[in-house]
């Protein structure tokens, strides 16, 4: 099934959609200036490539229907930095959302007041204490080689660190400013749906913000050599081909090849940024259902994943819960 096979008037406004929420996700992020040595920029796609992109559309990532009351609470599983083509939805993605009464995503990439509240968050403070010399020689040697000095200077230490490691797999084609999440804000609005964020920007930072002195350069040392090695973008491409191919069993075993979880101040931060949230996420996409409504809920896509994941959670509570798989 694709747009072919649909009315013609109906393939128009699905194209104009996909036209409307990918210029939507790129105005979000603030493009780099290309050098000779820099990843490659990312830029708007063209009305033909929304075309054909909303023509060819399959369905990728993890995508599961909850049934409880008589009603629907979809669970799709995200990755926050894609392909180029990854962003448009497959029939069965775009049939869920038309049918529900409400989306919800971690974030609402699209709701300015949220943006500032993070972007506030994440800026370095005027008495943040500096790094060791070295290690600062070391974060900046990492920001100039992906061309985002100017980008993560004002941030946090911790969080220049954190996201050059969303930027490393941009020479892979895997960027941030393709992230699926903020497609699907756009495309939620260009359907006139409303859009509820599960999280709020102090919620998560206060998961990632290291707790003392001693633990934040610890942190930033520990991701820099991920960085450092390529590691960071091998693990990035690994974790995108395998949501891109709906390999839920590869997702699964995500701990055993990340080579993330092998201390216990790793595992307990694994914890906390995952599962823990999960539990907070569930209950206030439930209560949404509670309420009456058909829900879509795109979140990450670890989310989805193990006895703790969104869709355990849900058949916990008395949901019919199954996977859905491509119709191609």
């Not at 990918?22 to 493009?31: I, V």
């Not at 920029?41 to 490539?49: F, K, R, S, V, W």
């Not at 930033?220 to 995108?240: F, N």
Request: glycine share 6%; with cysteine; net charge neutral.
């Amino acid at each position: 099934m694709n747009l072919l096979t649909l009315p013609r008037r109906f393939a128009r406004k699905l194209t104009q959609l996909g036209t409307w929420a990918t210029t939507a996700l790129l105005l979000t992020h603030s493009p780099l200036q290309a050098a000779t040595h820099c990843p490659p920029a990312a830029a708007p796609l063209t009305q033909d490539e929304v075309a054909q992109g909303m023509q060819a559309a399959r369905l990728k990532g993890l995508f599961w229907e909850a049934r409880k009351d008589g009603r629907s609470l979809w669970l799709y599983g995200t990755v926050h930095a894609a392909q180029r083509g990854w962003m448009f939805p497959g029939p069965e993605l775009l049939l869920a959302m038309r049918q529900a009464d409400q989306v919800a995503l971690e974030l609402d990439m699209m709701d300015a007041a949220l943006m500032q509240k993070l972007q506030a968050a994440v800026m370095a403070p005027p008495d943040e204490p500096k790094l060791p010399a070295e290690l600062r020689a070391r974060l900046d040697k990492v920001a100039a080689a992906e061309c985002a000095e100017s980008l993560i200077k004002p941030m946090r230490a911790e969080f220049q660190a954190i996201t050059l490691t969303t930027m490393v797999a941009r020479r892979q084609g895997v960027d941030p400013a393709y992230g699926i999440d903020g497609f699907l804000a756009g495309l939620a609005r260009g359907l006139g749906k409303p859009v509820v964020s599960l999280e709020t920007p102090e919620a998560q930072l206060a998961v990632m913000l290291p707790k003392d002195e001693a633990t934040r350069i610890k942190m930033v040392d520990e991701t820099l050599k991920g960085l450092e090695s390529g590691q960071a973008a091998t693990l990035i491409k690994r974790l995108t081909d395998a949501w891109a191919q709906g390999k839920l069993d590869e997702l699964e075993s995500y701990g055993q090849w990340c080579d993330c979880l092998n201390t216990p101040e790793q595992k307990e931060f694994h914890k906390r940024l995952i599962d823990d949230r999960n539990l907070d996420m569930a209950r206030k996409a439930t209560a949404l259902h509670a309420q009456g409504k058909q829900v879509f809920v795109a979140v990450g896509a670890l989310h989805m994943t193990g006895p703790q994941g969104l869709p355990a959670l849900l058949k916990a509570q008395g949901f019919e819960v199954r996977r859905v798989m491509s119709l191609q």
